[in-house]
């Protein structure tokens, strides 16, 4: 069992930066690779960022490439969403993941189907 809290959402005027922390108490965090999800009012669940256990290496959706930041500190069980320049639709509720998958890929980090623990979501609004 993997529990994972997100925290830093908030309201931010369009152009600002937040930075979303998901702590996963255990001695399993590296384990995993983890992934950030958003969801939108209205919409579905949408992919935003991944990275794999050792944190080398990153992916990213189309939408959020160039402004969004993901890392994690093994040391902290810690992974940490970096956005800036953001903008109104990129309002949601954040989810962290763990990924559960078998292979490893862009393609596969990016179903959410492959993800077992969530996090209870933060929620980030956006005003133009």
């Known amino acids: 069992q993997v529990q994972l809290v997100e925290s830093g959402g908030g309201l931010v005027q369009a152009g600002g930066s937040l930075r979303l922390s998901c702590a996963a108490p255990g001695r399993t965090f590296s384990s995993y690779a983890m992934g950030w999800f958003r969801q939108a009012p209205g919409k579905e669940r949408d992919f935003a960022a991944a990275?794999?256990?050792?944190?080398?290496?990153?992916y990213y959706a189309d939408s959020v490439k160039g402004r969004f930041t993901i890392s994690r500190d093994n040391a902290k069980n810690t992974v940490y969403l970096q956005m800036n320049s953001l903008k109104p639709e990129d309002t949601a509720v954040y989810y962290c993941?763990?990924?559960?998958?078998?292979?490893?890929?862009?393609?596969?980090?990016?179903?959410?189907?492959?993800?077992?623990?969530w996090g209870q979501g933060t929620q980030v609004t956006v005003s133009a």
């Open positions: 993941a763990a990924y559960t998958g078998y292979y490893s890929g862009s393609y596969y980090y990016a179903d959410g189907s492959l993800y077992h623990y």
């Open positions: 990275i794999k256990r050792s944190g080398i290496s990153t």
